[in-house]
Every structure is written in C-alpha cells, then in structure tokens.
C-alpha cells in the first residue's frame, strides 16, 4: 500500500500563487507515475498534471500549461505543485494520485492511491 497526504492549500487573490505538497509513505519503491487531478464544485474530477517518477518527465493539462509546474523530490519522497498566476477557475479541491504500472496516463481510474484532497480558493 501506499499512502499520500497532500498540504499547502489555502485562500488566495487572483494572480497569486501556492505550492501544494503531496508526501507519499508505505512502498513508494512500487510507483511509478504521480498526478495532480481537481474538482470544482458540481464537476467531475479533472486532470491537472502527472510526472513520472523515475525520468522527471511531466504532462500538463491546457488550462494549467504555462502557469503550473508538477516536480518531485525523491530523496524526500514528495511530489509538488506550484501554482502561478492563479485564476478564480483554478478554485477545486486538488488531489495527488499515485500509480503502478508501467505508462503514464491522465485518466483517473488508471490510478491506484489517492490523497484524501486540499482545498485551494482563488478569489476574484
């Protein structure tokens, strides 16, 4: 099993920015992707990131492209996603996934653990 506890969410202004946090605990060893995934209030969970832990390499939804970056720290076991120039549309609750198999995807029932979610509020 693996564990993950996201951190770093709060309020804040429209242009602003955060850096959510995602700890992963229990046998990291057996992941091999990560995702940042959101859900806004009345819409289904969708895709913001994924970075595969071994190469670095990363994938960004459109309407983050330019504004968000996905990174990992291994000797921490951590993954990370600052935001910048935060957006009013950006408000959702975010969620870190992890996943095992081999092959990086963006569909969220091809992942295996799921943070419980941390609350970012952009206001207007």
């Known amino acids: 099993q693996v564990q993950l506890v996201e951190s770093g969410g709060g309020l804040v202004q429209a242009g602003g920015s955060l850096r959510l946090s995602c700890t992963t605990s229990?046998?990291?060893?057996?992941?091999?992707?990560m995702g940042w995934f959101r859900q806004a209030p009345g819409k289904e969970r969708e895709f913001v990131a994924r970075?595969?832990?071994?190469?670095?390499?990363?994938v960004y939804a459109d309407p983050v492209k330019g504004r968000f970056t996905i990174s990992r720290d291994n000797t921490k076991n951590t993954m990370y996603l600052q935001m910048n120039s935060l957006k009013s549309e950006d408000t959702a609750v975010y969620y870190c996934a992890a996943r095992r198999g081999f092959g990086a995807t963006r569909k969220l029932a091809e992942y295996d653990y799921w943070g419980q979610g941390t609350q970012v509020t952009v206001s207007s």
């Open positions: 229990g046998r990291t060893f057996s992941i091999y992707a």
């Open positions: 970075i595969i832990w071994s190469s670095g390499s990363t």
